[in-house]
């Protein structure tokens, strides 16, 4: 009896009511027992039933049903994946159905099962077939969204975009660099149409339009301390330009407007300055308290709001922080930047030093100024391994560990002869490193190693006192201190090779030999008598080519190099030219071609020897010079500092001085207050003088208390004023 084949309507059916059965008891046990008694193929009983968990999602959708049905036929298709009863693209596919059908609201809860799920989407079974439906539903949800009016929905969908996929994911990177160039910022450009520098008296009672999340109910409208106009407000706006496309910087114009600009708006800034006690009531209260902060994706460009814009510590905020990235794209090296974008020297300078001002002023501005900016500084700093990382291609983080499949061998004590003599026909010899392996293995015997021709490498003697016979010939006319015999390197190595190959070395001779050079003379001379001469040997025609060419680039290599050949002469050169065949004009030019080359050569390697040696003196006296003016720094430093002590020492002099000047008045003050107060001295009334050397004899006037003198209490003849002047007359 055949088996029962696979019906395909009986099949969906009963998975069908399988699906029921599991979505009201919440267990995927019927739909395991349908999922083995039904007769079929696996891959046939998987379609029916991803078929039959659409069906009952769309009866649920269209009945209205609550997400929580929803979200079980999706833990039931979750289920089935992992239990291997449908295929691993089925959530997702219901996921992307569910979200296509139901309104904002409810896709805000499908989405919050998507998040916690998170784990589930990135293990194995499930992330090769559900990352691009997962991607897919995401950007179809931020197209429906609105970023001004559901931003957090469409921030949660980047995080979990940014926690699902590895960041070495192509689809969310900007390899290139590109801007966002529609992100266009609009505001009045047109003069005539401004309202600013105009008066305006508005009264409550008449009903100030005030839009929501610009005033507080507390607040009332205060003037503002800025001074604003329209050329303010255009120039402040117009750097948003700026910042949306930073390549417009390495223009010329375009920089010296850019440069104008920032330069007035950050004036202002500095100018006018924040303080925690600005912040309004409501703002200090949600601050306490932890309250709600409300953030807008796009800059508000009404001309009413922008006193109050530059009075908020959190748009000055944004706007220092937009400059400080811009800052940072035009300084660093991105990849797929052209080479056209340099800065200069000048604009390198300007941004270096308004970067510290920007930093200066994020932590001049409240609340938590200072420790706001150190954390921008911070986060700018490690974006600069993100760029250096993509710069690179976009390597993987992750490192896959080795697989060691092989099961692990036991050590032994000794090792076996066939570990180290190798096993099978090769006998391959493991030397225990791949390289010295492989040279020992060359070749299996090492006997025959040692005697192939390759390894020959002396000379015969035809080829070695070749030169040496050319010389002993009286017709070639060379000189004797010009012979190869007279080289004493030349005369050991020949002695060597006459022990090795020739049987003359050892025969007795009556001769008597004074020196090594006449030895050797009489040995070439026997040798040249047994060498066969060339008019013997026999060549064809190609043999007498190939030798011709030969001998051709050989003399012409030793005529390029001819002043470094040991042992040559004018004579040796002379008889080289003497027996040089006849060249044809053609073979002429080809010698000059090639005498030239050599020429060039040996000029070009002159020039880099020259090159490298100016190149090394460049850097001694480039490290001289470091060294020197270093030396002078510490001088300078020593002679300032040699200085200053100079300096304090004579400060502390001149102090002891005005020290010790000021007590000597002292002493003089009170000397003359102690002589004000002594006792006059009381005069001798009717007494003559008691000695002729008296001067006068009339009595001393006391003096008075301010240097005056008192009058005497008896006058005498001789003491009024009119003799007092005769006397004196006299004198």
């Not at 910042?243 to 006018?272: D, G, H, M």
């Not at 003379?521 to 007498?544: Q, R, W, Y």
């Not at 470094?564 to 004018?570: A, K, L, Q, V």
């Amino acid at each position: 009896m055949s088996p029962p084949l696979f019906s395909l309507p009986e099949a969906r059916l009963r998975f069908t009511n399988s699906t029921r059965d599991a979505l009201t008891n919440r267990t995927i046990k019927p739909l395991l027992n349908a999922f083995n008694q039904i007769p079929g193929s696996e891959n046939e009983k998987k379609c029916t039933l991803d078929q039959s968990f659409r069906v009952v999602l769309e009866e649920e959708i269209i009945n209205q049903a609550s997400c929580e049905n929803v979200l079980a036929i999706i833990s039931l298709a979750i289920n089935g994946v992992t239990d291997g009863i449908c295929t691993a693209s089925t959530p997702f596919v219901l996921l992307g159905d569910v979200l296509d059908c139901l309104p904002l609201d409810q896709c805000d809860k499908i989405f919050t099962f998507v998040e916690k799920n998170v784990t589930t989407w990135k293990s194995n079974t499930f992330y090769s077939a559900g990352k691009n439906y997962l991607l897919r539903m995401c950007n179809d949800l931020l197209r429906r969204l609105s970023k001004s009016q559901n931003t957090v929905f469409c921030g949660r969908i980047q995080l979990f975009l940014a926690r699902l996929f590895p960041l070495s994911e192509k689809s969310g990177l900007n390899l290139q660099s590109q801007f966002n160039l529609e992100n266009v910022t609009v505001f009045n450009t047109n003069e005539q149409e401004s309202t600013l520098g105009q008066k305006h008296i508005e009264e409550r009672d008449e009903g100030m339009e005030v839009e929501e999340g610009e005033m507080g109910d507390d607040e009332a409208p205060t003037s503002c301390s800025i001074p604003i106009d329209y050329n303010l407000y255009r120039k402040f706006w117009s750097l948003q330009d700026y910042f949306r496309n930073p390549v417009q910087c390495y223009e010329k114009i375009s920089w010296k407007t850019f440069l104008k600009y920032s330069e007035e708006v950050l004036a202002v800034f500095k100018s006018y300055k924040l303080d925690d006690t600005q912040a309004s009531r409501k703002k200090l209260e949600e601050l306490k308290t932890g309250g709600e902060h409300v953030y807008f994706a796009k800059f508000l460009t009404s001309e009413k709001l922008m006193d109050l814009q530059l009075s908020d510590s959190n748009f000055r905020r944004h706007i220092l922080l937009q400059y400080l990235i811009l800052f940072q794209y035009l300084k660093g090296q991105v990849k797929f930047k052209s080479s056209n974008y340099v800065l200069t020297d000048e604009q390198s300078l300007w941004i270096e030093d308004t970067t510290k001002l920007v930093y200066q002023l994020l932590s001049e501005n409240p609340p938590d100024g200072e420790r706001f900016s150190k954390m921008v500084e911070h986060i700018l700093n490690t974006e600069e391994n993100w760029n250096t990382w993509k710069n690179e291609g976009c390597p993987s983080f992750v490192k896959e560990r080795p697989s060691d499949s092989k099961p692990s061998r036991l050590v032994r004590k000794r090792p076996a002869p066939e570990d180290f003599l190798g096993k099978g026909p090769n006998k391959k010899i493991l030397m225990g490193n791949e390289e010295l392996t492989r040279l020992w293995n060359l070749c299996p015997d090492n006997m025959e190693a040692c005697k192939s021709e390759t390894r020959e490498y002396m000379p015969t003697l035809e080829e070695f006192f070749e030169e040496a016979i050319e010389q002993a010939d009286p017709e070639n006319m060379v000189e004797n201190e010009y012979k190869a015999v007279n080289n004493s390197n030349y005369g050991w190595r020949a002695l060597r090779l006459l022990a090795r190959r020739s049987p003359h070395f050892f025969q007795p001779t009556n001769q008597q030999f004074k020196s090594l050079p006449e030895y050797l003379e009489n040995m070439v001379i026997k040798l040249a008598k047994e060498l066969p001469p060339p008019s013997e040997e026999i060549k064809t025609g190609e043999d007498e080519d190939e030798e011709d060419n030969d001998a051709l680039l050989k003399e012409n290599n030793e005529t390029a190099c001819v002043s470094m050949i040991t042992g040559s002469s004018p004579s040796q050169r002379l008889v080289k030219i003497r027996k040089k065949k006849k060249c044809t004009r053609d073979e002429m030019f080809s010698e000059l071609m090639l005498s030239s080359h050599t020429d060039r050569a040996q000029t070009n390697a002159w020039r880099q020897i020259m090159s490298d040696c100016r190149k090394a003196q460049n850097d001694q006296e480039e490290r001289w010079r470091a060294e020197e003016s270093k030396w002078r720094a510490e001088e300078r430093a020593e002679a300032r500092m040699w200085r200053q002590r100079d300096g304090r020492r004579q400060d502390s002099m001149l102090r002891l001085l005005e020290d010790q000047t000021s007590m000597l008045q002292c002493m003089v003050e009170l000397q003359q207050r102690q002589l004000e107060h002594r006792l006059p001295l009381q005069p001798l009334c009717n007494q003559p003088p008691s000695s002729p050397s008296s001067i006068a004899s009339t009595p001393r006037r006391p003096r008075t208390r301010w240097g005056g003198h008192r009058p005497t209490s008896h006058s005498t003849t001789e003491d009024c004023p009119q003799k007092r002047r005769l006397s004196f007359n006299k004198f």
